[in-house]
């Protein structure tokens, strides 16, 4: 394959350039101009006589036209070629492709898939066997088989979400050539290093082929977000790219759990750095709704960083036993605590020193976490709703103190049964020197860290000895004396500190640890926070795969052969075959695994240390002759030049001067623009047409109502004729005055004009583009919504087993669609009361339901009012909505219902006013609590 773009098919016609000279003496010679001579028969018989006449030179920009059509004529007899390829294939031996189909090579994943094409063709041609094998592949089988046999395996794969592991796929093909030496190996590589000191190009020239090749692409669209830290103010996201030369300027878009963006930022990469910060700035309880970050028009599972509650700020809940010293603050039980925790949670204090009014008022402010410092005996009548908070998901963090230490055994809210007193060095209950800390278990949320060693304790209060002690002890002295234990109270949990929170009882306030220590125990609770009166949460504790992040940054309910991630790791988890990046766990609550480790950085593969390597690039398009053009432009300029000649001979005398003038004009003109056709034929000949300002603005002036078009004639017609009808309906009944229908292909057309699109699904319509369903992907995340409508309500009769052909090509084109859970319309919700008060939603049938987003917050008992403002992204319904609207040019109804019945059509009309109501002004009904109040006054 050659390295080259542009070549010559008969590159030996271009000996004839050497004429150019001898042409251009030749073109300067031109016929004499006719002279204008006065009418006496005198003065005309004289210009009878004879005489010999001198050619006058021609125009120099006649003679540079002529010139440039010779050349013309040259070069498109030497046929140029671009993007020529020569089979430069080795045959001593197999044709070895190893292909890396990681996360990164998602964005040219196409142009890859046609360079291993072409050397697949090349070996076929030579009748030579091909090894293929892929990087991101957990088996593969590399055994050098038919050229056949290994394009059907290429074009059946796809990328990965992974980090490819280059070691294993060579290993494969180590064993597949059992020691007999290749020919070519190929390896199209995504330009990163997979790890540290890749080796992989010495491992594939140690198989001594005759030829390496390392075939890459420009790297420029590969970055990926490697950290997101939620600190105090903002949240800082961390990128690295591969490409580092130019500078770049990258939005941040933050999306909630519903894919809808709530926020954005900014990150700037400088010329030459390849590692950058950037942040997305919002109040504390909007990022907190943060589920992922995205990088703006950059679709691949490294530009999408996954969220979980491990990344929300906490309100953190402080009391003290004592009141905070102004003059002496590191005095202060509360004061190591708050610089602790300052960085990751919200911090809040009561404004009273009563425990009896403090401890209802942080309840009040509904946090995940209190604090006790050192609080012994409670008022009695805070122990009841602080065990109701605990029960319902709070979390309960006390340190010792010698308050805690006199308080009674039986305290309801310590999970373990303490011993009257401390023990301390020197004490009555004393140990012969300050206790180091134990290494820490297995389970609990310290399992992982390093045992601290700069930590002694001196003081501490004692447990006593349970048979469960163990097993509710996540840190323990050296002398196995418990130094945290905790107890689950339902869905919350109570844990303890043996010793105080300031460094009288211990150096662990003053260490690292004792930060991170906090950390992970706050990031254990609830993110969204509890109050006393909410029902208990389930907590899960397996984290089986939940949804699936695809190479394009998707996530996807699809899990695979993807397995259970341990709850229990040690260290931070990393993506690979059995545990690919997306959320583990359930609804209820999950963990984000990502593409990269916290903190990667990416790097060109060096090659280097591999010797002899033929790097090229990827192929960018198929080969094309620009022999049509130049023959084109050579015909143009000889009709100029027949047209300049004509003007100066004469040909048309009654033009004056300036119209020469203006055709040498033309000429000159003529001849830029046949240069800049050639210096840019693709551009010139490629149909770019896009919708103007023109058709913009006219889309903008008013809402207008759009449909897909399927290609079927009979059912296009319906959805428009159906949609103008509702537009008719909407301007006679409210003040909506919709625009003429708009037909739609998603593949390319604008779709963020519409906030609504109607799709009639079709089994015999050809199945939509991936390009046309990531499209509409993208459309439902910004906010749009897609109204499917199956219009097979009637072929069903209520038999949800089998699904008809149009639900089958439903479920084909939902498959790849990240939607949410779905569920029929309940009562209450807001489509039941945007304009009409209605029960049902009929089209021309009426006996499907309408099927809209589960809402999260529903209750138990079905009397559900949504509380978020956002609108559903997908409706679902086969009662045929167009055919009950679709009308003629006279107003009259195309199709009849089903069973004829006027009054159902009228439904089917309010059911589409509601539809549109709710596209526009979202679920502010749902919030109408006040109503009855109202109009009870308005009757008085």
């Given at each position: 394959?050659?390295g080259?773009?542009?070549?010559?098919?008969?590159?030996?016609?271009?000996?004839?350039?050497?004429?150019?000279p001898?042409?251009?003496?030749?073109?300067?010679?031109?016929?004499?101009?006719?002279?204008?001579?006065v009418?006496?028969?005198?003065?005309?018989?004289?210009?009878?006589?004879?005489?010999e006449?001198?050619?006058?030179?021609?125009?120099?920009?006649?003679?540079?036209?002529?010139?440039?059509?010779?050349?013309?004529?040259?070069?498109?007899?030497?046929?140029?070629?671009?993007n020529?390829?020569?089979?430069?294939?080795?045959?001593?031996?197999?044709?070895?492709?190893?292909?890396?189909?990681?996360?990164?090579?998602?964005?040219?994943?196409?142009?890859?898939?046609?360079?291993?094409?072409?050397?697949?063709?090349?070996?076929?041609?030579?009748?030579?066997?091909?090894?293929?094998?892929?990087?991101a592949e957990?088996?593969?089988?590399a055994?050098?088989?038919?050229?056949?046999?290994?394009?059907?395996?290429?074009?059946?794969?796809?990328?990965?979400?992974?980090?490819?592991?280059?070691?294993?796929?060579a290993?494969?093909?180590?064993?597949?050539?059992?020691?007999?030496?290749?020919?070519?190996?190929?390896?199209?590589?995504?330009?990163?290093?997979?790890?540290?000191?890749?080796?992989?190009?010495?491992?594939?020239?140690?198989?001594?082929?005759?030829?390496?090749?390392?075939?890459?692409?420009?790297?420029?669209?590969?970055?990926?977000?490697?950290?997101?830290?939620?600190?105090?103010?903002?949240?800082?996201?961390?990128?690295?790219?591969?490409?580092?030369?130019?500078?770049?300027?990258?939005?941040?878009?933050?999306?909630?759990?519903?894919?809808?963006?709530?926020?954005?930022?900014?990150?700037?990469?400088?010329?030459?750095?390849?590692?950058?910060?950037?942040?997305?700035?919002?109040?504390?309880?909007?990022?907190?709704?943060?589920?992922?970050?995205?990088?703006?028009?950059?679709?691949?599972?490294?530009?999408?960083?996954?969220?979980?509650?491990?990344?929300?700020?906490?309100?953190?809940?402080?009391?003290?036993?004592?009141?905070?010293?102004?003059?002496?603050?590191?005095?202060?039980?509360?004061y190591?605590?708050?610089?602790?925790?300052?960085?990751?949670?919200?911090?809040?204090?009561?404004?009273?020193?009563?425990?009896a009014?403090?401890?209802?008022?942080?309840?009040?402010?509904?946090?995940?976490?209190?604090?006790?410092?050192?609080?012994?005996?409670?008022?009695?009548?805070?122990?009841?709703?602080?065990?109701?908070?605990?029960?319902n998901?709070?979390?309960?963090?006390?340190?010792?103190?010698?308050?805690?230490?006199?308080?009674?055994?039986?305290?309801?809210?310590?999970?373990?049964?303490?011993?009257?007193?401390?023990?301390?060095?020197?004490?009555?209950?004393?140990?012969?020197?300050?206790?180091?800390?134990?290494?820490?278990?297995?389970?609990?949320?310290?399992?992982?860290?390093?045992?601290?060693?700069?930590?002694?304790?001196?003081?501490?209060?004692?447990?006593?000895?349970?048979?469960?002690?163990?097993?509710?002890?996540?840190?323990?002295?050296?002398?196995?004396?418990?130094?945290?234990?905790?107890?689950?109270?339902?869905?919350?949990?109570?844990?303890?500190?043996?010793?105080?929170?300031?460094?009288?009882?211990?150096d662990?306030?003053?260490?690292?640890?004792?930060?991170?220590?906090?950390?992970?125990?706050?990031?254990?609770?609830?993110?969204?926070?509890?109050?006393?009166?909410?029902?208990?949460?389930?907590?899960?504790?397996?984290?089986?795969?939940?949804?699936?992040?695809?190479?394009?940054?998707?996530?996807?309910?699809?899990?695979?052969?993807?397995?259970?991630?341990?709850?229990?790791?040690?260290?931070?988890?990393?993506?690979?075959?059995?545990?690919?990046?997306?959320l583990?766990?359930?609804?209820?609550?999950?963990?984000?695994?990502?593409?990269?480790?916290?903190?990667?950085?990416?790097?060109?593969?060096?090659a280097?240390?591999?010797?002899?390597?033929?790097?090229?690039?990827?192929?960018?398009?198929?080969?094309?002759?620009?022999?049509?053009?130049?023959?084109?432009?050579?015909?143009?300029?000889?009709?100029?030049?027949?047209?300049?000649?004509?003007f100066?001979?004469?040909?048309?005398?009654?033009?004056?001067?300036?119209?020469?003038?203006?055709?040498?004009g033309?000429?000159?003109?003529?001849?830029?623009?046949?240069v800049?056709?050639?210096?840019?034929?693709?551009?010139?000949?490629?149909?770019?047409?896009?919708?103007?300002?023109?058709?913009?603005?006219?889309?903008?002036?008013?809402?207008?109502?759009?449909?897909?078009?399927?290609?079927?004639?009979?059912?296009?017609?319906i959805?428009?004729r159906?949609l103008?009808?509702?537009?008719?309906?909407?301007?006679?009944?409210?003040?909506?005055?919709?625009?003429?229908?708009?037909?739609?292909?998603?593949?390319?057309?604008?779709?963020?004009?519409?906030?609504?699109?109607?799709?009639?699904?079709?089994?015999?319509?050809?199945?939509?583009?991936?390009?046309?369903?990531?499209?509409?992907?993208?459309?439902?995340?910004?906010?749009?919504?897609?109204?499917?409508?199956?219009r097979?309500?009637?072929?069903?009769?209520?038999?949800?087993?089998?699904?008809?052909?149009?639900?089958?090509?439903?479920?084909?084109i939902?498959a790849?669609?990240?939607?949410?859970?779905?569920?029929?319309?309940?009562?209450?919700?807001?489509?039941?009361?945007?304009?009409?008060?209605?029960?049902?939603?009929?089209?021309?049938y009426?006996?499907?339901?309408?099927?809209?987003?589960?809402?999260?917050?529903?209750?138990r008992?079905?009397?559900?009012?949504?509380?978020?403002?956002?609108?559903?992204?997908?409706?679902?319904?086969?009662?045929?909505?167009?055919?009950?609207?679709?009308?003629?040019?006279?107003?009259?109804?195309?199709?009849?219902?089903?069973?004829?019945?006027?009054?159902?059509r009228?439904?089917?009309?309010?059911?589409?006013?509601?539809?549109?109501?709710?596209?526009?002004?979202?679920?502010?009904?749902?919030?109408?609590?006040?109503?009855?109040?109202?109009?009870q006054?308005l009757?008085?």
């Amino acid at each position: 394959m050659s390295g080259l773009s542009f070549a010559f098919a008969s590159p030996a016609i271009l000996a004839a350039l050497i004429l150019l000279p001898a042409i251009w003496w030749l073109l300067r010679l031109t016929p004499p101009q006719p002279r204008a001579e006065v009418f006496p028969p005198l003065r005309i018989l004289a210009s009878i006589l004879k005489r010999e006449e001198t050619p006058a030179r021609s125009p120099w920009w006649l003679t540079l036209l002529r010139m440039l059509l010779a050349a013309l004529v040259i070069f498109a007899i030497a046929n140029p070629m671009f993007n020529p390829r020569t089979n430069t294939l080795s045959s001593g031996g197999p044709l070895v492709l190893m292909i890396d189909n990681s996360w990164a090579s998602s964005s040219d994943w196409e142009r890859r898939v046609r360079t291993a094409d072409a050397l697949i063709d090349d070996a076929d041609a030579k009748g030579i066997p091909v090894s293929i094998s892929f990087t991101a592949e957990q088996g593969n089988d590399a055994t050098p088989g038919a050229a056949t046999a290994a394009r059907d395996k290429l074009h059946a794969m796809n990328p990965r979400p992974l980090v490819p592991d280059r070691q294993r796929a060579a290993d494969a093909v180590k064993a597949a050539l059992a020691g007999s030496k290749p020919g070519t190996i190929a390896f199209i590589s995504d330009g990163i290093e997979s790890k540290d000191k890749d080796d992989i190009l010495s491992r594939l020239a140690a198989l001594q082929p005759s030829e390496l090749r390392l075939i890459e692409g420009d790297g420029n669209d590969i970055l990926a977000i490697t950290g997101a830290a939620n600190n105090a103010n903002d949240m800082t996201v961390t990128a690295t790219r591969l490409n580092g030369a130019n500078p770049l300027r990258l939005q941040l878009i933050a999306q909630d759990n519903q894919g809808r963006p709530i926020a954005n930022g900014s990150l700037n990469f400088a010329g030459g750095q390849t590692v950058a910060t950037g942040a997305i700035a919002a109040p504390f309880e909007m990022r907190n709704d943060f589920a992922r970050i995205n990088v703006d028009r950059y679709a691949s599972a490294g530009t999408v960083h996954l969220l979980d509650d491990g990344f929300r700020r906490r309100r953190v809940a402080l009391l003290s036993g004592q009141a905070a010293d102004e003059f002496q603050p590191i005095l202060s039980p509360l004061y190591y605590i708050e610089r602790a925790l300052n960085p990751y949670a919200d911090l809040i204090q009561p404004n009273s020193a009563d425990l009896a009014k403090s401890i209802p008022q942080l309840l009040a402010g509904n946090p995940s976490v209190i604090i006790m410092a050192d609080v012994g005996r409670l008022p009695q009548e805070s122990y009841a709703p602080l065990r109701r908070w605990i029960e319902n998901g709070g979390t309960l963090i006390r340190f010792a103190g010698p308050r805690l230490a006199a308080a009674p055994a039986d305290d309801p809210l310590v999970p373990v049964t303490l011993r009257q007193g401390e023990r301390t060095f020197g004490g009555a209950l004393s140990w012969a020197e300050p206790q180091p800390l134990a290494d820490f278990p297995s389970f609990g949320p310290f399992a992982g860290m390093p045992k601290p060693t700069n930590v002694l304790i001196k003081r501490q209060v004692l447990a006593e000895p349970t048979p469960d002690l163990a097993e509710r002890t996540w840190a323990s002295l050296a002398d196995g004396t418990p130094l945290v234990t905790e107890k689950q109270m339902r869905a919350g949990r109570v844990i303890l500190f043996h010793v105080s929170a300031e460094p009288q009882w211990s150096d662990l306030p003053i260490s690292g640890d004792f930060v991170e220590m906090l950390r992970r125990i706050v990031q254990l609770s609830r993110s969204g926070g509890v109050t006393s009166t909410e029902g208990a949460a389930k907590t899960a504790e397996a984290m089986p795969p939940y949804r699936l992040l695809t190479a394009k940054g998707v996530l996807t309910s699809e899990i695979g052969s993807a397995r259970p991630l341990e709850p229990n790791h040690k260290g931070a988890a990393v993506a690979s075959f059995d545990n690919p990046p997306g959320l583990y766990g359930s609804e209820e609550g999950f963990t984000a695994l990502n593409v990269l480790a916290p903190g990667a950085a990416l790097r060109p593969l060096d090659a280097s240390a591999a010797g002899a390597v033929a790097r090229e690039g990827l192929i960018g398009g198929e080969a094309w002759s620009a022999k049509p053009i130049l023959f084109t432009l050579a015909f143009l300029i000889l009709l100029a030049d027949s047209l300049i000649v004509l003007f100066m001979n004469g040909a048309f005398p009654r033009l004056g001067r300036g119209a020469k003038t203006a055709a040498g004009g033309a000429a000159v003109l003529l001849l830029a623009l046949s240069v800049t056709i050639f210096l840019h034929p693709a551009s010139a000949l490629a149909d770019d047409s896009k919708p103007g300002d023109d058709a913009i603005f006219s889309r903008l002036d008013k809402t207008h109502l759009a449909y897909v078009v399927t290609g079927e004639s009979d059912v296009d017609r319906i959805s428009e004729r159906g949609l103008a009808g509702l537009s008719d309906y909407l301007t006679y009944r409210t003040t909506l005055e919709p625009g003429p229908p708009v037909g739609l292909d998603p593949a390319k057309d604008e779709l963020a004009f519409y906030s609504l699109i109607y799709w009639p699904i079709s089994a015999s319509a050809p199945m939509p583009s991936n390009d046309a369903i990531n499209r509409i992907d993208a459309y439902m995340r910004n906010g749009g919504t897609v109204l499917f409508d199956t219009r097979d309500a009637i072929n069903t009769m209520g038999d949800t087993t089998s699904p008809s052909p149009n639900g089958q090509r439903l479920q084909q084109i939902l498959a790849n669609l990240d939607i949410p859970p779905l569920e029929p319309v309940p009562s209450g919700h807001v489509l039941t009361k945007s304009f009409y008060l209605l029960s049902s939603f009929p089209g021309r049938y009426a006996d499907s339901p309408l099927w809209i987003e589960a809402r999260q917050d529903t209750r138990r008992d079905g009397n559900a009012v949504a509380s978020s403002d956002g609108v559903t992204p997908i409706l679902i319904t086969g009662n045929d909505f167009a055919g009950a609207w679709a009308i003629d040019e006279n107003g009259s109804s195309l199709l009849p219902t089903v069973p004829p019945d006027e009054t159902q059509r009228e439904y089917a009309y309010r059911s589409g006013v509601n539809i549109m109501m709710y596209m526009l002004t979202g679920n502010y009904k749902s919030d109408q609590v006040h109503i009855p109040d109202i109009l009870q006054r308005l009757g008085q």
